[in-house]
C-alpha cells in the first residue's frame, strides 16, 4: 500500500487539518502517516486558539528513518520555527510534495501570523511539486486582487517566476458564479478544471485540506499532476456535495467516503 505523509494541525472538530487529510487518504486506499504541526481549539463556527506542538522534528525524523513514504502533504505550520524544520525535512527528496497554504481559516483566524507568510513562501513553495493556494491566498501574495480567470492566469504566471515553482493550482472557489473553476499552471500550459458550484448559505469547512490531500494520494498511486488534479476535483466535489452539518448555524462537514 502506498504511503502518504500528512504534516498538519489537529482540528478538535474533525473537519479541517490531520483529520481531514486522514479520512481522504483512508477512503482513496493509502496508508496514512501523520505528523501534527499544531493543535487547534475551534468548532463548526471557526478557530478559537492554536498551540504549536514543539516535537515536529522528533515526529518527521523517527518516520523518515524507518518508512518510505511516497508523497507528502503539507498544511498548517504556524510559525518559522516549523516551517524551517519541515524545509530541512524536505530538501533533497525525491517524491511528489502537494503544500497546502492554509494560512487564515475561514472564519478569519490567523493560522500563521501574516509576518511569516512570506518566509513559508520563500522556504517552502520550490521545494513543492505543486503549491494550491486559494484566490485570497494567492491576493497576499502577488498585491492584486482576483477577480476572474484572467487574473489567475496572470497571478499563477508571475508567482511561478518569483518562486520558481514546479505547478501551482489557484482554486478559484471565492470568484462568484456558477461554476468553481481551478486553475492548473506548470510554466507552460494552462489547465482549467470547472464543476458546478455547490450551493450553500454556509461554508464548507477543510475544503482545501481535503483536496490536497486528495491531490497527495493520486500522486502517491503515480498518477500525472494534472491527472491527479483532476481526479481530487471530482473527489472535493462529490465530498462537498455529501456535506453535513454536526451543528445549528455551523459551517459543513465533508464527507469521508
Ligand atoms: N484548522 C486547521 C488545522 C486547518 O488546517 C485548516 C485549514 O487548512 C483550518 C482549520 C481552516 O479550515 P476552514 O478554512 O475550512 O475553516
Known amino acids: 500500500m502506498k504511503k502518504v505523509l500528512t504534516i498538519a494541525g489537529f482540528d478538535s472538530s474533525g473537519g479541517a487539518g490531520l483529520q481531514a487529510d486522514i479520512k481522504t487518504f483512508l477512503t482513496l486506499g493509502v496508508h496514512d502517516l501523520s505528523v501534527v504541526s499544531a493543535v487547534t481549539a475551534q468548532n463548526s463556527k471557526g478557530v478559537y486558539g492554536k498551540k504549536r506542538v514543539d516535537f515536529l522534528k522528533e515526529q518527521l525524523e523517527t518516520l523518515g528513518d524507518d518508512i518510505k513514504i511516497d508523497a507528502i502533504k503539507i498544511g498548517m505550520l504556524s510559525n518559522k520555527k516549523d516551517i524551517k524544520i519541515v524545509k530541512n525535512f524536505l530538501k533533497n527528496r525525491k517524491i511528489p510534495i502537494v503544500l497546502d497554504t492554509p494560512w487564515v481559516s475561514s472564519s478569519g483566524y490567523d493560522l500563521l501570523d501574516k509576518r511569516d507568510i512570506q518566509y513559508f513562501a520563500k522556504k517552502l513553495f520550490k ?125 459543513k462537514y465533508l464527507k469521508g467516503k
Open 127 to 251: 521545494l513543492s511539486t505543486l503549491i494550491t493556494p486559494n484566490t485570497l491566498e494567492t491576493n497576499m501574495l502577488v498585491g492584486f486582487d482576483i477577480k476572474s480567470l484572467k487574473e489567475m492566469k496572470k497571478a499563477a504566471k508571475k508567482l511561478h517566476k518569483k518562486y520558481k515553482l514546479k505547478h501551482i493550482l489557484i482554486k478559484g472557489g471565492h470568484i462568484k458564479g456558477d461554476v468553481a473553476i481551478d486553475l492548473l499552471y506548470d510554466g507552460k500550459n494552462f489547465y482549467i478544471h470547472k464543476e458546478k458550484r455547490v450551493k450553500s448559505s454556509v461554508d464548507f469547512h477543510g475544503t482545501g485540506c481535503v483536496y490536497s490531500s486528495a491531490i497527495a494520494a493520486y500522486l502517491a498511486k503515480g498518477y500525472s499532476v494534472k491527472k491527479a488534479v483532476k481526479k481530487a476535483k471530482k473527489y472535493i466535489t462529490k465530498s462537498i456535495k455529501k456535506s453535513y452539518r454536526i451543528s445549528k448555524n455551523g459551517s
